[in-house]
């Protein structure tokens, strides 16, 4: 496990609460975590000064029960992590960080522009760390009614382990609800496994320290098997009446079998790729298709969702200067990118909506202010960011 708050994996842990304990529970509940710590190596010092002053945070409860109620179309996820301002950010952190992720290219086998393409999406190149307080975050987990408490116990624990070890500062462990932190949104327990000092300073720092998150991952995606010169995949272009039923990561066969199949690159030509690979169609057989290989398996591996295997794709496409994605998406609403809802934001503030500082983030705000415009212009309600109501909306 690897991701933050946009990571799918642990949205899939929303709801799970079912009891929240009284808060004099709390302290009973660290008493006993720190026997368990104790016993994992971790000293009464470290405990005590990693849990001093933490308390039970209703906001992480809240988090972790809040049902996502808006599904985002694949356009407007792609749009939104893979525009052109991620493109230029990303090729000029590349160029900041060329050593790093050479170093991490050479060492671990695995494709820079992927690396960063992974950077990008999980924290938009060190930008986005996360504000949660993970042994704060982490505790509240582990000392609620919640069926996944061990699990979290175990993320507090690896977390405790890093602090005795001095890799990181508490103060500097922040990160999501559920506790993915740093430049790459590692999980506790994946860092303690997976994390590399790559800077060569003697702490695996992927808070502050760009070279041992970028080397971390890439340690992270040769262990999920990632193959060197294979390339991820590319777009492709299916024959009418393709069945959508045999596409998807895990129903890969020959190269063969899709082209007897009608399947062909976009230019017509014959597909070429070694070994078994899949087709993914994320917007059914009229959107955009695109041949997966395993190495494919390995990005998704980082975060189990195959639009998020997606995203990291075509970005680490765009950022090695190859286009992004070329067939139109089945919609009449144009996605936005994170510069355009930056804009919509602002025409919905100048209207009198309060949506907040302008940031091209969509929340609840957003999405209630775009549901009222819709309904003033006797739009279907969807309070999705689009193209129509950006337009409706006027300079």
Known sequence: MTSRATLTALVCLAGIVTTVPAYADFDACLAG???QAAAAGVSAQAFRAATKGIEYDDKVIELSQKQPEFKTPIWDYMAALVDDERVEDGKAAMRRNAQALATAEQRYGVDRHVIAAVWGVESNFGKNLGTMPLVQSLATLACSGNRRRDFFRGELLATLKIIERGDIEPSRLTGSWAGAFGQTQ?????????????????????????????G?????LRAAKWSNGMGWGYEVKLPRGFNTAAAGR??????????????????????????????LAPAGANGPAFLVTKNFDSIYSYNAAESYGLAIAVLSDRLRGRAGVQAEWPTDDPPLSRAERRDLQVRLTRKGYDVGEPDGKVGEKTREAIKAV?????????????GKVLQALGG
Not at 216 to 220: K, M
Not at 262 to 279: H, W
Request: aromatic content about 4%; hydrophobic content about 35%.
């Open 250 to 279: 895990t129903r890969k066969h020959p190269v063969g079998h899709w082209t007897s199949l009608g399947v062909t690159k976009l230019d017509g030509s014959a597909l070429s790729a070694s070994g078994p690979v899949g087709i």
């Open 374 to 386: 819709e309904r003033s212009l006797g739009m279907p309600l969807t309070g999705r960011p689009g």
């Open 186 to 214: 590692f999980m506790p327990s994946t860092y303690q496994r997976l994390a590399v000092d790559l800077d060569g300073d003697g702490r695996r720092d992927v808070v502050d320290s760009t070279a041992d998150a970028v």
């Open 33 to 35: 975590i720190q026997g």
């Open 216 to 220: 971390s991952t890439a340690n992270f």
